[in-house]
């Protein structure tokens, strides 16, 4: 199932008309659209299924939060969803957001909590040539240029010496790599085509991520 250039466009209408009375006015436009959205999103996890496993899916809502904002508008003007891979053992998780002009899917490690991160960190310092074969992959660099977002300290993190060959990585405070996608790309017949392409690429990742973080230091299992 595509995603329609109507739900699109409404999308644009919602940006340009994003208040309450608008919104119920045009109640069955927007469900229309959402309803394309979610047998969108629906095919993406048939496709993910067949090559990952995935324990739940989140359709986020509309409705913006908007009681620590400056921004008081009431309505994301995008569709965003997000697949949990199944259990303990497999980490890692899938994003896909459809915005006019701002679309990308993204998979990794968001905010990972300070065990995990610092476990993640740990590993890097010990040895950071599994995670630098997985950046320099050519599928990687293709679909994500090669590396994750610049979400990262503007320093060492404490306990961790600031000439250390794998820095760049240690600082991060999450592991996300992104691909952007035009309106036009979005649109476009194989669009579910080149996002399953994309979140396959992050498997060897989701795996070696996987592998640290159900771990310790010694290799020996955390999990049952």
Do not use: C
């Not at 644009?12 to 208040?19: G, P, S, V």
């Not at 915005?99 to 065990?115: D, H, I, Q, V, Y």
């Not at 790599?177 to 989701?206: G, H, I, Q, Y």
Request: no cysteine; charged share 35%.
């Amino acid at each position: 199932m595509l995603f329609n250039k109507s739900s699109l466009k409404y999308l644009k209408d919602l940006k340009k008309n994003n208040n309450r009375e608008w919104f119920s006015e045009t109640k069955p436009v927007f469900k229309i659209a959402q309803d394309n959205a979610k047998e969108m999103y629906a095919s993406i996890r048939e496709d993910l299924e067949k090559h990952d496993e995935i324990d739940h899916f989140k359709l986020y809502r509309i409705y913006r939060d908007v009681r620590f904002s400056k921004d008081k508008t009431p309505y994301q003007h995008h569709f965003a969803g997000s697949f949990s891979r199944l259990g303990a053992h497999l980490r890692g998780g899938y994003y896909l957001r459809i915005r006019p002009g701002e679309s990308f899917l993204a998979g990794g490690f968001w905010e990972p909590n300070k065990e995990d991160l610092y476990r993640i960190r740990k590993e890097f310092e010990i040895d950071d040539s599994e995670i630098r074969a997985i950046l320099a992959d050519k599928n990687f660099i293709k679909h994500f240029g090669g590396s994750f977002e610049p979400y990262e300290l503007k320093t060492a993190p404490r306990g961790f010496d600031k000439k250390h060959p794998a820095i760049d990585l240690i600082r991060k405070k999450g592991f996300v790599a992104v691909r952007n996608f035009t309106d036009e790309e979005v649109l476009a017949p194989n669009f579910l085509k080149e996002v399953d392409a994309s979140f396959k690429v992050l498997r060897p990742f989701f795996d070696l991520m996987s592998d640290i973080l159900t771990t310790d230091l010694n290799g020996e299992s955390l999990i049952d």
